[in-house]
């Protein structure tokens, strides 16, 4: 019996932080309810708070005003609909072993790590994405390190399920020799 592999990775939705302040602000609503149907019904002592809050709003008329801050809303709240249900943002690279994955950073750490290890490399840098990495190492005048560079790295990023395309930038600094 073989087991299925793990869906791919995914970090939570960009809007995930709306969801969080939606659940406080609920929550805080709740407890104010609660504490006004206490007040009503004399387990607690105090007047309410909310049924004067919504009596201010009695006798409001419709306006231009309302119209506009009723559709902002109306807009807003579709556009975060929208960004919830769209597509999740994946941030892990799968591995030729099923199931296993590295995250983006990772990947963009592992190939500074390598080309770190390159003779006449002073420092690396790099960024990654889910198809490509680049790499911006600096070295001496004279030493071109480039293709060493781009060899070993594509080297480390052998066991990605999917090659990605490695470009190095070689910067040259002057020193002594």
């Known amino acids: 019996?073989?087991?299925?592999?793990?869906?791919?990775?995914?970090?939570?939705?960009?809007?995930?932080?709306?969801?969080?302040?939606?659940?406080?602000?609920?929550?805080?609503?709740?407890?104010?309810?609660?504490r006004d149907a206490l007040v009503i019904d004399g387990r607690i002592d105090g007047s309410t708070w909310l049924v004067p809050l919504v009596d201010s709003t009695d006798g409001v008329e419709p306006s231009p005003a309302l119209t506009a801050i009723g559709c902002v809303v109306a807009l807003l709240g579709l556009w975060l609909v929208v960004v919830a249900l769209g597509r999740r943002v994946r941030n892990r690279l799968p591995l030729d072993v099923p199931g296993a994955s590295i995250g983006i950073a990772d990947v963009a750490r592992l190939a500074a790590a390598a080309a770190e290890s390159v003779p006449y490399v002073l420092s690396?840098?790099?960024?990654?994405?889910?198809?490509?990495?680049?790499?911006?190492?600096t070295s001496l005048e004279g030493d071109d390190v480039a293709d060493e560079v781009r060899a070993l790295v594509e080297q480390?990023?052998?066991?990605?399920?999917?090659?990605?395309?490695?470009?190095?930038?070689?910067?040259?600094?002057?020193?002594l020799r």
Do not use: Q
């Open 1 to 34: 019996m073989s087991i299925a592999p793990a869906p791919p990775a995914t970090r939570a939705g960009r809007v995930g932080w709306v969801g969080v302040v939606l659940a406080a602000l609920v929550v805080a609503l709740g407890v104010l309810v609660i």
């Open 124 to 137: 690396a840098e790099s960024s990654a994405r889910r198809t490509s990495v680049k790499v911006t190492v």
């Open 156 to 175: 480390r990023l052998a066991r990605l399920a999917t090659p990605m395309t490695v470009r190095v930038e070689n910067r040259h600094v002057a020193g």
